[in-house]
């Protein structure tokens, strides 16, 4: 079945360290896996995306990357701020046969940046 | 450049009325999205359209779930009649169009508590 989860539901890091979170998925044909970032009371915010033919890319201080074999996606923060605590949610894309594409999303991970 | 807009942002009520939400996706973008999210069930998608067109519901719980979307700008989600069950947060998402690297933007959500 299609399964998107994640390994930690809350981190701690320090202001100023970096951040991984991590992701497992179970669907080996998505075609594209997304970083969403959640603040309380918000909706869910774009970060980044990585396409199914990749294993690394970069941002501005985020890198996510790609482990097909093994079926991980993580995303990694440098320079943790504040400003990052949040949820994070792994999503990854799926064609539809009616059409389209449907994101599965992951449980999420609370990200708690500590000053 | 606004993003997508919701409305209420938080609505109460009372199990059995009838409740609508409402989603005016960014201008230019061709998909509309809705979503639920819950503490035990995360983010699920409900039911999407491309050029005004529902193209799958097979997300909505329920019959007593119906959206529409009478042109480019709007979309309505509504629930008749509510149930306590329904409490969660709506969120609509709107794309470029159905693409896999085409990145949904969410809107800020409407809290719904039905009592």
């Known amino acids: 079945g299609e399964s998107v989860g994640l390994h930690l539901p809350t981190l701690s890091v320090q202001e100023g360290d970096n951040s991984i979170i991590n992701c497992a998925y179970s669907?080996?044909?998505?075609?594209?896996f997304i970083w969403y970032k959640q603040e309380s009371g918000k909706g869910p915010q774009f970060i980044i995306d990585?396409?199914?033919?990749?294993d690394k890319r970069q941002g501005q201080r985020v890198t996510v990357l790609l482990n097909k074999t093994v079926k991980h996606l993580s995303l990694q923060i440098a320079a943790t701020q504040p400003g990052d605590s949040a949820v994070y949610f792994c999503a990854e894309k799926n064609r539809l046969t009616g059409g389209g594409n449907k994101l599965t999303f992951g449980t999420g991970t609370q990200l708690k940046v500590e000053l | 450049d606004a993003g997508v807009i919701q409305s209420p942002r938080h609505e109460v009520t009372e199990m059995g009325q009838e409740v609508t939400l409402r989603c005016k996706p960014i201008?230019?973008?061709?998909?509309l999205f809705w979503y639920r999210q819950t503490m035990m069930r995360g983010l699920e998608l409900l039911i999407y359209?491309?050029?005004?067109?529902?193209?799958?519901d097979s997300g909505m719980p329920e019959d007593r779930f119906s959206a529409k979307m009478p042109n480019a700008s709007f979309s309505t989600l509504k629930i008749q009649p509510s149930e306590p069950r329904d409490s969660a947060v709506y969120f609509c998402a709107s794309s470029l169009a159905l693409k896999a690297g085409d990145t949904q933007y969410f809107g800020p959500g409407t809290r719904l508590t039905v009592l």
């Open positions: 201008s230019g973008h061709n998909s």
């Open positions: 359209f491309n050029n005004n067109v529902p193209i799958d």
């Open positions: 669907n080996s044909a998505s075609d594209y």
């Open positions: 990585i396409r199914s033919n990749m």
